[in-house]
């Protein structure tokens, strides 16, 4: 019987793990031919099982509702025994089998576990202290399986914790740690990781004759393989751009490389502009990403839609380009969808409404400020609560242009 049990917490083979329970069986009570039947971790169907001593036994459908089983069925939908005596056929196989007993495997709280199902081929093989023998063990059987559930549950959860963890050094590694000092503009980026990792991401790229990239995307997906993904799409991004493209070409190969190279249904929405310093003017292309924001000084906004779908679902989609000019006090905010879509306790979404009229109310803050404040106002409406990573990019237009240099 230890051995069995020890059986049951060594491996993962649940073939040998459940013969080890029929091993067990062998020194306490006489039987002919015996099963064993495991339901998975919900209760809801037989997910493992194995016979012996019947020589055809009846193929299990483990996808079968548990009336379809028959009388191991009835045992393990109501957690009762079952005893069967003078009764030829009981054990489909067997056909000198007249009694059996079925034992459910009851764990804490009343869950049924399973079954241990015996047969003999004497008219009255189990009696009532054989039944209790039997259920003593099925106890000890079933404590052992929820104590192996748990044991890999732990397991599981802390490699999921080594990966999350690994996937915010990533993430962490690929966002920038400082933004551009640039001449006449004021930039600041911030950003929030959620409890489960997110792709969130953004960069910004120095380029020939005082221009700048500035880059924000959001992959589908969470956790170390969508990091990756982001990895992926930055180094292919940063490889575009060496080779002085078009923007809309940029997007074009991006969305090429992303296609062939990740499974069908992942993709990412990324927004791309090149920033023009001294012109004081942008151009972008907005692949399927949420719309940056422009509020002008006057408190117009403008919405920069301008672009085609996220990188990775078509083949070869078209781009098209979007410009504008930057006016002194005009600020750009770039952001991703865990800022709008977060959700107060009543379920409404902070909008891109809310964040308008924070950007729209600042006044003369600077970059940094307005970062702040738009983050704390996402915090108060969510309750303290974040189910997405939160990534924000702001670009006011200063309304001195010497007010501010490029490092040498």
Not at 169 to 181: H, I, K
Request: glycine share 10%; charged share 25%; hydrophobic share 45%.
């Amino acid at each position: 019987m230890v051995e069995a049990f020890r059986l049951t917490t060594d491996g993962s083979d649940a073939a040998r793990i459940l013969n080890g329970i029929l091993d067990g069986l062998v020194s306490l009570v006489d039987h002919d031919a015996a099963g064993v039947y495991v339901v998975d971790p919900l209760g809801a169907r037989v997910s493992h099982s194995v016979a012996r001593g019947c020589i055809n036994p009846a193929p299990v459908d483990m996808a079968a509702p548990f009336e379809e089983h028959g009388v191991v069925g009835r045992v393990l939908a109501t957690g009762e025994p079952v005893s069967l005596h003078d009764q030829p056929g009981v054990c489909e196989g067997r056909e000198g089998a007249h009694s059996r007993l079925v034992v459910p495997l009851v764990g804490s709280r009343g869950r049924v576990r399973g079954a241990l199902d015996l047969w003999s081929d004497r008219s009255s093989g189990y009696d009532r202290a054989a039944e209790e023998a039997v259920g003593v063990y099925a106890s000890a059987v079933a404590a052992t399986i929820e104590n192996a559930r748990l044991i890999a549950e732990v397991r599981d959860k802390r490699r999921l914790d080594s990966d999350l963890a690994l996937a915010r050094d990533v993430m962490e590694d690929l966002l920038p740690r400082a933004t551009p000092t640039l001449a006449g503009f004021d930039i600041a980026g911030a950003h929030e990781s959620s409890l489960a990792v997110g792709g969130d991401y953004y960069e910004f790229i120095p380029l020939p004759e005082d221009r700048w990239g500035v880059v924000i995307a959001d992959v589908v997906g969470k956790g170390i393989a969508a990091a990756l993904l982001v990895a992926a799409i930055r180094a292919s991004i940063a490889s575009l751009v060496g080779h002085e493209l078009a923007v809309r070409a940029i997007m074009r190969r991006a969305n090429r490389f992303f296609h062939e190279s990740v499974e069908e249904g992942r993709y990412v929405t990324l927004f791309y502009m090149v920033l023009d310093v001294p012109a004081r003017s942008l151009l972008y292309v907005n692949a399927g990403h949420v719309p940056p924001v422009l509020v002008r000084a006057n408190g117009e906004v403008e919405l920069l839609e301008e672009g085609g779908v996220p990188l990775g679902l078509f083949q070869a989609p078209r781009y098209f380009e979007g410009h504008a000019t930057l006016a002194p006090g005009d600020v750009v905010g770039l952001y991703t969808d865990g800022i709008v879509e977060q959700t107060n306790p009543e379920g409404e979404e902070y909008g891109s409404s809310r964040l308008i009229a924070t950007l729209r109310e600042a006044g003369k803050a600077g970059a940094t400020e307005l970062c702040s404040r738009v983050m704390q106002d996402v915090h108060r409406f969510g309750a303290g609560r974040q189910t997405d990573d939160r990534t924000l990019v702001v670009i006011r237009s200063n309304a001195d242009p010497a007010a501010r240099r490029i490092p040498s």
